[in-house]
């Protein structure tokens, strides 16, 4: 079974500073796809940024990057530039190829923005 | 164009009842799934709804069932109600399946269950 671990339960990062949260996943399968999602007080999961397990190269969004480490099941998020509207809790999450969209999270790391 | 709706915002019911939450997905897309999310933890996923059939089911017992329309809105139904059913409880939508290529799922702001 695939399971997706998230190790920090929160973390801090001063306005315009960066900040990495980490997040390690195990499966037996080759074709995949992992994510990280945003959950700020308004509850509404938004899609921060994908990477697909083909891919070697790192995914990027703006101020957003990933450091995806595939042989070392390690797939960490970077926000640079942290702004007060990046607080809010991150969940990594992971789906397997083919006809399916069920996603595997985390346990998911609350991140605070202090000004 | 509107994303993912569902209601009702908030819900309280006792042990024993029944409780149906509704989901409409986003304007063009047919497959819906259902996530809980118990406070403090990350969603599990509970079933997934494509072309008005239940086609993929997470660990939940037979208490948890849905029901998707032609409109591609969905339902959850939880029977006989344990406080432990008590969570925020997620609806996504998407386009297919995605058997061979990646479709992003777009979440709604979620129905909070409170069983009493």
């Known amino acids: 079974a695939q399971t997706v671990t998230q190790s920090q339960p929160e973390m801090s990062v001063q306005e315009a500073e960066t900040v990495t949260l980490s997040c390690t996943y195990d499966t037996s399968e080759s074709d995949y796809y992992l994510f990280w999602y945003k959950q700020p007080p308004s509850r509404q999961m938004i899609l921060v940024i994908r990477?697909?397990?083909?891919?070697?190269q790192n995914a990027t969004e703006n101020r957003f990057s990933v450091n995806f480490q595939k042989a070392a099941k390690s797939f960490s998020l970077k926000i640079s530039d942290s702004q007060l509207g990046d607080a809010a809790m991150y969940f990594c999450a992971y789906r397997r190829g083919g006809a399916t969209n069920k996603l595997i999270f985390g346990t998911g790391t609350l991140l605070a923005v202090q000004p | 164009d509107a994303g993912v709706t569902q209601s009702p915002t908030h819900l309280i019911k006792t042990r024993g009842q029944q409780v149906t939450l509704r989901c409409s997905p986003k304007?063009?897309?047919?497959?819906v799934s259902w996530y809980q999310q118990a406070l403090g933890q990350g969603p599990q996923f509970i079933f997934q709804?494509?072309?008005?059939?239940?086609?993929q089911r997470g660990n939940f017992p037979d208490r948890f069932s849905g029901h998707q329309f032609p409109n591609y809105s969905s339902e959850l139904n939880v029977n006989a109600l344990l406080l432990g059913d008590s969570a925020l409880y997620l609806c996504?939508?998407?386009?297919?399946?995605?058997?061979?290529?990646?479709?992003?799922?777009?979440f709604g702001p979620g129905t909070r269950l409170t069983v009493l």
């Open positions: 304007s063009g897309h047919d497959t």
């Open positions: 996504a939508s998407s386009l297919g399946l995605a058997e061979y290529s990646y479709n992003e799922q777009f």
């Open positions: 709804y494509y072309e008005e059939e239940e086609r």
């Open positions: 990477q697909e397990a083909y891919k070697q």
